[in-house]
């Protein structure tokens, strides 16, 4: 069982910045994929970025240039630096733990940070 425990949300005027963190912890292989997940309000959830234990990275095009994931693997953590938010940017971000177990997919969730933009 994985736990992730999520940080940094809030508001932020547009233009502005925020830096979010997740720290799992629990039991697990040290291959993974950690990342960033946004929902909006009548929307679907969306992948924004994430990165593998190996350090690969993955981001939506819509934030590419403006958000960077990164991780410490040596406290499981992993950080998204969101710069030139825009409003709508504005959604619940979760955090995402993916690994591979004798494949088979094990998937957990943060409970989510609201992050709001202001224009």
């Known amino acids: 069982q994985v736990q992730l425990v999520e940080s940094g949300g809030g508001l932020v005027q547009a233009g502005g910045s925020l830096r979010l963190s997740c720290a799992a912890s629990?039991?697990?292989?040290?291959?993974?994929?950690m990342g960033w997940y946004r929902q909006a309000p009548g929307k679907e959830r969306e992948l924004v970025a994430d990165?593998?234990?190996?350090?690969?990275?993955k981001y939506a095009d819509s934030v590419k240039g403006r958000f960077t994931i990164s991780r410490d693997n040596a406290k499981n953590t992993v950080y998204l630096q969101m710069n030139s938010l825009k409003p709508t940017d504005a959604a619940v971000y979760y955090c995402?733990?993916?690994?591979?177990?004798?494949?088979?997919?094990?998937?957990?969730w943060g409970q989510g940070t609201q992050v709001t933009v202001s224009s």
């Open positions: 990165i593998t234990s190996g350090g690969s990275t």
């Open positions: 995402n733990f993916l690994t591979n177990v004798a494949g088979i997919l094990y998937d957990y």
């Open positions: 629990g039991r697990f292989f040290s291959s993974n994929t």
